[in-house]
C-alpha cells in the first residue's frame, strides 16, 4: 500500500497549541483585543484545514511525536525553504502556510524539516508555540515510512486575510495590537501530493496561523491555531 502524509498541513496530528502558550497568545492577541471580544473562536476548537479523502491511498497507523524539543542538527538545507524577509503579516502568512504544505521525502530527513520549520518561528518564547508548529510532522517511522515511496507535496495558496471576529477586535481597540504584535491570518489553499509508480492527488487546504510583525522587523510565525477561522 502506498503512503501519503495526511490531511491538514502535513499530517492531521498536529496538537494545537500548548495550554501555556494558548494562555499567552490569548492574553496578549485576543483577551488585551476587547477581554475575548467574541474573537475566543481564533483560539479554540478541533481540527485544521478542509479534507478530501479520496485523492490518494490512505496513510498508515503510527503515533506522531508532539514533542516541543528543538530539532537536532541536521546536514544540509534539504527542502525547506527559509522564511522570506517579509513585513506585512497576511503575505507571510501565506508564504509560511505554503512552506508547511510543502515538503520532500526524497531529499529531506525529518529532522531537516524540523530545522526549517523551527527557523520560520519568533525568537520571542513568550509567543512562540514551536508546539503546535513541530506537531504537524509525523513521527519518524512514518516519515521513513514516506521516504520509501518517495513522498512528495507542493502547495499553491489561493488567498490570505484577517479572520472577521480578529478585524472586529482591532477596529474596537486598535492600539491593543502594540504589545504582542501578533496577528491572526487564515491562509486558504491547494496541495499537491505525489509519491512512487505515479501516485498522486490534490486536496484543499486551510490554516490559521499567529504571526507576529513588529515594527521595522520582518515577520515571523508565532503559532498554528487548532482550528480554522474564517
Known sequence: ????????????YGSGWSTNQRIAIGATVVAVLLALAGAVALLTGGGNGHQTHDAAPPAPTGTPSHSGAAPKPSSGPGSVPKPPQIAEPVAYAKAAAQMLWSYDTRDTSRDQQLAGMRAWMTTETKYADWASVAGQVPDPVLWSRMADQDQHATAHVTEGHYPSAFKQALADDP??????????????????????????????????????CRPNHDCTLAAIAPSVTQ
Open 175 to 212: 492600539s491593543a495590537i502594540t504589545e504582542a504584535y501578533v496577528y491572526v491570518v487564515t491562509v486558504n489553499g491547494k496541495q499537491t501530493l505525489s509519491w512512487k509508480k505515479g501516485g498522486g492527488g490534490a486536496e484543499e487546504r486551510a490554516v490559521t496561523l499567529a504571526v507576529q
Open 1 to 12: 500500500m502506498r503512503k501519503r502524509f495526511p490531511s491538514s498541513s502535513l499530517s492531521s
